[in-house]
């Protein structure tokens, strides 16, 4: 129960003890005094001006992680802080041994450690409904300073294995005006002094584990710090990634291959096929970079979503290719059709001289496939024939025929390419996963 005396002091609790000594807080709030002995102290004053540093514990019990950026290389972390240190200046008697409980008003009047978070870009202590802070004070002098802070700092990723990394984040703790000379901090029970709760989950990253460590930081211009460290290792999932990168691109490959089966003088065909392919791969690599940091170097994502591209890109150039040579072999054909009416080198010109153009069956050692399967299927040739028939038997060919080969074999490189480009993107894939996984 709370009594107000308008003149004297402020009793938090009225606790009259074997030896009727009272503990009271004063109107002012910048000295506790025992009442009846006159002993004074101030705020600023730590407990042990002169003496050894003042140890001071810390455990953290991590409420909660909840967001991590790649963007802006930074996690936002909400955890209760408590500390822990000994003022003899505020021990009082007690028959019970009980503590009393402060909240946050009294603890602007007396000295609290003044920790900060090193590399942290914004941070608040919650005030809904009241400010979250709690001071408990001990018979014996024993302080226990807990807060409920939201903080949000930096975290240094390396990406260039995303989306297959693994990363480590630290939230480090310090004191930010006194030295190891006056201030010893330290974890108040080794790595049991991190507690966590067992419900946090990100949707990005599977929580490895959380461990903390103590070091010194130095300062060129103030000396040396006591810093704690919290450390947190996170795995990235990759199945998000695996649906919304990986598959589409891999899928855009693979469609790109269809051309190797479409005729060659299907140009509505290919063409708008090897395009269409090229541009879904493009909006896929520019997505991905849309949500990343602008790193300087490349990131594993890039290297799958480029060599895919530049599969896709080959599949244009390989049609480009072959409708070069057709038309090469088209021009060709037709310049010889018109030197076939010449007579010229024919030993008999008298004899009747007839020309066929046409496919015909021959040996497959002979001629080259046209993108026929393999299947007993018929192995067409253009061949331009040149029959010279005898006169008195003008429909009986003669045993003896020459052949001149104009054509050159375009679907060898469709044919080619219905095995290289899959068997190159299956190795890729191979040392790719074997590599990053």
């Not at 991590?68 to 019970?96: A, C, G, Q």
């Not at 919650?126 to 226990?144: A, I, K, S």
């Not at 010893?184 to 507690?195: A, F, I, P, Q, R």
């Amino acid at each position: 129960m709370f009594t107000v005396e308008a003149e004297l002091c402020i009793l938090p609790r009225l606790q009259k003890l074997k030896d009727n000594v009272l503990i009271c807080v004063f109107r002012s709030f910048s000295c506790l005094r025992e009442c009846g002995e006159k002993q004074t102290w101030c705020k600023e004053e730590l407990t042990n001006l002169a003496g050894p540093p003042i140890p001071v514990g810390v455990d953290v019990q991590v409420e909660s992680l909840d967001t991590i950026s790649e963007v802006d290389m930074d996690f936002t972390m909400t955890l209760y802080l408590r500390h822990y240190w000994k003022d003899e200046r505020l021990s009082f008697p007690s028959t019970n041994n009980q503590s009393m409980t402060f909240d946050s008003r009294l603890v602007k009047k007396i000295w609290v450690p003044d920790m900060f978070f090193v590399h942290s870009k914004r941070s608040f202590i919650h005030d809904t409904t009241t400010d979250n802070v709690m001071l408990r004070v001990y018979p014996d002098g024993n302080v226990l300073y807990s807060l409920r802070v939201t903080v949000t700092a930096m975290c240094n990723m390396d990406l260039s294995r995303f989306p297959l990394d693994t990363q480590t984040c630290s939230l480090e703790i310090e004191s930010y005006a006194y030295t190891d000379d006056d201030l010893m901090l330290y974890w108040k029970k080794g790595n049991e002094s991190l507690n966590t709760d067992d419900r946090i989950s990100l949707s990005q990253f599977l929580i490895q584990k959380f461990h903390t460590t103590t070091k010194l930081a130095f300062y060129s211009s103030t000396g040396w710090y006591n810093r704690l460290y919290i450390h947190f290792t996170l795995r990235r999932h990759i199945f998000f990634f695996l649906l919304q990168t990986y598959f589409p691109a891999t899928l855009m490959v693979m469609l790109s291959w269809v051309s190797f089966w479409i005729d060659r003088r299907a140009v509505p065909a290919r063409v708008p096929l090897g395009i269409t392919t090229v541009l879904t791969m493009s909006t896929i690599i520019t997505g991905v970079n849309a949500s990343m940091p602008r790193v300087s170097y490349i990131k594993a994502v890039d290297i799958y979503l480029w060599v895919s591209f530049v599969f896709v890109f080959l599949s244009v150039i390989e049609y480009a290719a072959v409708n070069y040579l057709t038309t090469v072999q088209e021009r060709r054909e037709r310049k010889l059709r018109e030197r076939l009416p010449c007579t010229c080198g024919i030993a008999n010109p008298d004899e009747d001289i007839m020309m066929t153009t046409g496919y015909s069956d021959m040996d497959q050692n002979t001629i080259g496939n046209y993108g026929m399967p393999e299947n007993g299927g018929r192995q067409e040739r253009m061949l331009a024939q040149f029959t010279i028939a005898d006169s008195q038997t003008p429909r009986q060919v003669k045993s003896s025929r020459g052949y001149v080969n104009i054509w050159i074999d375009t679907h060898a490189i469709d044919k080619y390419s219905r095995v290289i480009f899959p068997g190159a993107y299956t190795l890729f894939n191979i040392i790719y996963w074997s590599i990053y996984s």
